[in-house]
């Protein structure tokens, strides 16, 4: 069974970091489109990054460029999603969702992902 669990997730104060983990099982872990997701109260689920995991072509959202890394430890089956200089508009519910791909670009689009996790609580607060 395929199984995506996240992990990280917490409260800081703006400026702070954190580091979510995604951690894959019930499937090879290859040739997959890796997708770190957010959705904020009220707010629809939206595309943060995105990595083809075996190219490791990526994608950022404008918002997170130049402050967010996705990047992946393929002995470890995890995705990561590294964050920093995090805003408090950065607070949300995170989740990792994968799907199978054979090329990138990865798609941005929630629908476009079969798999997902339960989400991890990303609070920052001013």
């Known amino acids: 069974q395929v199984q995506l669990v996240e992990s990280g997730g917490g409260s800081v104060q703006a400026g702070g970091s954190l580091r979510l983990s995604c951690a894959v099982s019930?499937?090879?872990?290859?040739?997959?489109?890796m997708g770190w997701f957010r959705q904020a109260p009220g707010k629809e689920r939206e595309a943060v990054a995105t990595?083809?995991?075996?190219?490791?072509?990526?994608y950022y959202a404008d918002p997170v460029k130049g402050r967010f890394t996705v990047s992946q430890d393929i002995a470890k089956n995890t995705v990561y999603l590294q964050m920093n200089s995090l805003k408090p508009e950065d607070t949300a519910l995170y989740f990792c969702?994968?799907?199978?791909?054979?090329?990138?670009?990865?798609?941005?689009?929630?629908?476009?992902?079969?798999?997902w996790g339960q989400g991890t609580q990303v609070t920052v607060s001013s």
């Open positions: 019930g499937y090879t872990y290859s040739s997959h489109c």
């Open positions: 990595l083809f995991t075996e190219d490791l072509t990526t």
């Open positions: 969702a994968a799907d199978r791909r054979w090329l990138p670009p990865c798609p941005v689009l929630a629908d476009k992902y079969r798999q």
